[in-house]
């Protein structure tokens, strides 16, 4: 029987143990083959070349420079891969940070069941535990940003209101729709401020201190592009305004209803890894949290209604959006952990499943990985048209599969990596026509979709073209034509598919 002595030592390292775990269990992704976003992303790095109309130069993407930048160096540091070991340190960081918070809400004890809670879902691969994205890589700063919220209120500190707004900016510049942290700074304030716990012009000191550290991300983004050279206009469109056009492009293609592929499989993901039950387990006792601590549970009931509001409106329903819920989820299971009755065990029991669930989870998915190896469907068919290629050739992938360019090692004459920026800037895809039949127009072609997989926007013109202007000249590893320019000799790509 283990002695008081050791439960203490257990107890004391238990949460920097579950953070070291959960660093280990994600770099196992670094074996998964690199995934169509982690491959664009860095592309857009690799040819990062700004100009007044343009953030990123020969590539669109939507999203902040901060995002790229941090592709960017992971990839001059070691190549693509090397973002994942990013986002494994900052799931170890996330998991300290989720355990601090809940420490300062609940108590230690809480604090323990927490780390594990968070360790279970950042490394469950039913979410993903192969790419990084930045739904992922912004969770650190959210979760940090509530802590230091509750710090700042607590102590009336507004230094502390400042980082908080910091880190609570830093988070929509990696993924822009996590905005987490300042809506729950700004619910937490309310609260407390509606209470009588806090006088009026503290309140307001520290909500000024928190919306100036807020600010100031989006104050040096704006001041790296206008030294760069880049008109405001496009930043503010490739980081905002896109996003808006995108919206109505996606809310188009569901008028039939939302992808039920997608769908199925996210609310299956929410269940499996257990997200949806912790969240569920705090809802349902709400009211208890509500008499013991008013002012965290409308914060975090706020936080929770938001991040779940922005993933349904996302319209796209990808599991990664998933991670987006760890804060929340983090301070429900916090706050309902911490009780002795039996919600508080029925939670325990449930981080201690959702635990085991990862660690089978994670056993299964190292084995179908050893049995894949590195190599994708894309990575493979990449590889095979780097092989058949010649200097000095380029290839354009018709379908939005940046990891097939990638895997190429060729640029793209052609700015969309992604297929929503192509379907929302290039609708008839005239630019694309255009620069198929033009001087220009790349030795390759790879047709990752069928011409006609949104719908033929063409009238069939598209591929009237292509059967103008090139030759199939090869199959991918899932039947995907590949194409090569009809005045150019090259031997047929010989995919070697996983």
């Avoid at 982690?38 to 420079?65: A, I, K, M």
């Avoid at 449930?350 to 299964?364: E, F, M, P, R």
């Avoid at 090869?474 to 194409?483: L, M, N, R, S, V």
Wanted: glycine residues 10%.
């Amino acid at each position: 029987m283990p002695n008081l002595a050791d439960l203490q030592t257990l107890r004391r390292w238990a949460v920097p143990v579950i953070a070291l775990a959960t660093v280990g269990l994600r770099l196992l992704g670094l074996a998964a083959p690199l995934g169509a976003d982690e491959s664009g992303f860095t592309l857009v790095g690799r040819h990062w070349h700004p100009q007044p109309d343009s953030v990123y130069g020969p590539y669109f993407v939507d999203r902040s420079p901060l995002l790229v930048a941090v592709y960017a160096v992971a990839d001059s540091l070691g190549g693509p891969r090397v973002v994942r070991v990013a986002g494994a340190i900052g799931c170890g960081v996330l998991v300290l940070v989720a355990a601090a918070t809940a420490r300062l809400v609940a108590g230690p004890r809480s604090a323990r069941w927490t780390a594990l809670c968070v360790g279970a879902v950042v490394t469950s691969p039913l979410i993903n535990l192969g790419s990084v994205k930045g739904e992922l890589l912004g969770l650190p700063f959210v979760m940090a940003a509530c802590c230091l919220a509750l710090l700042s209120l607590r102590r009336r500190s507004a230094p502390l209101a400042l980082a908080s707004g910091l880190l609570a900016g830093v988070a929509p510049h990696l993924k822009q729709s996590l905005l987490g942290g300042l809506v729950f700074a700004f619910a937490l304030t309310v609260a407390v401020l509606w209470a009588g716990e806090l006088r009026k012009r503290t309140a307001l000191r520290l909500a000024l201190c928190g919306l100036a550290g807020a600010t100031l991300p989006t104050a040096l983004t704006l001041g790296w592009a206008l030294a760069a050279g880049v008109e405001p206009a496009a930043l503010h469109y490739a980081v905002v305004g896109f996003r808006g056009d995108a919206s109505a492009v996606l809310m188009a293609a569901a008028e039939a209803g939302p992808p039920p592929v997608r769908v199925a499989a996210l609310v299956g993901a929410a269940l499996a890894a257990g997200l949806a039950l912790v969240i569920g387990g705090f809802l349902a006792t709400v009211r208890r949290s509500w008499a013991e601590q008013r002012a965290v549970t409308a914060a975090t009931v706020a936080l929770l209604t938001y991040d779940i509001a922005a993933l349904v409106a996302s319209g796209s329903y990808w599991r990664d959006y998933l991670f987006a819920l760890v804060p929340g989820a983090a301070l429900a299971a916090a706050l309902v952990a911490r009780r002795s009755d039996g919600h508080g065990h029925w939670m325990r029991v449930l981080v201690v499943a959702l635990a085991a669930g990862s660690v089978a989870t994670i056993t299964v998915w190292s084995v179908t990985s050893a049995l894949r190896g590195p190599w994708s469907a894309q990575t493979a068919t990449g590889v095979a048209v780097r092989e058949a290629a010649e200097p000095g050739d380029t290839l354009t992938v018709y379908g939005g599969r940046a990891d097939v360019q990638l895997a190429s090692g060729l640029t793209s004459p052609y700015e969309h990596l992604w297929s929503l920026p192509m379907r929302t800037l290039d609708p008839q895809r005239r630019d694309l026509m255009a620069l198929l039949a033009g001087p220009s127009a790349p030795t390759w072609l790879v047709a990752w979709v069928g011409f006609d997989a949104w719908g033929d926007p063409t009238d069939g013109q598209l591929g009237r073209v292509v059967s103008t202007y090139y030759e199939r000249h090869g199959t991918g590893c899932e039947g995907q034509a590949i194409f090569l320019r009809d005045d150019a000799t090259r031997p047929v790509p010989q995919p070697k598919c996983p």
